[in-house]
């Protein structure tokens, strides 16, 4: 069993930055790839980000690539999200996921654990 707990949320302008982490707790999270998604009001969940058990596959939705950042310490049972020139269609609960095998997915039903959310909100 895998518990994630989000947090780095928050209101920012446009073009601003934050940083979200998610904390695991278990012993096993080094095997588990870790995704980001996030759900804006009316709207599917969708995929942002993953990274695989080591770190170094990394996937992006082209809506965020160059401007977020996924990373992980395994060291620290985290997973991170850095996410640069933040625009206001990015406003949205942002969620952590945890399985998906080693090397992630894009597909949200592939995870087997999920946090409770943190949300995110751009201003214009």
């Known amino acids: 069993q895998v518990q994630l707990v989000e947090s780095g949320g928050g209101l920012v302008q446009a073009g601003g930055s934050l940083r979200l982490s998610c904390a695991a707790s278990g012993r096993t999270f080094s095997s588990y790839a870790m995704g980001w998604f996030r759900q804006a009001p009316g709207k599917e969940r969708e995929f942002v980000a993953a990274?695989?058990?080591?770190?170094?596959?990394?996937y992006y939705a082209d809506s965020v690539k160059g401007r977020f950042t996924i990373s992980r310490d395994n060291a620290k049972n985290t997973v991170y999200l850095q996410m640069n020139s933040l625009k206001p269609e990015d406003t949205a609960v942002y969620y952590c996921?945890?399985?998906?095998?080693?090397?992630?997915?894009?597909?949200?039903?592939?995870?087997?654990?999920w946090g409770q959310g943190t949300q995110v909100t751009v201003s214009s």
């Open positions: 990274i695989s058990w080591s770190g170094y596959r990394l």
């Open positions: 996921a945890a399985g998906a095998g080693r090397y992630g997915s894009v597909y949200s039903a592939e995870y087997d654990y």
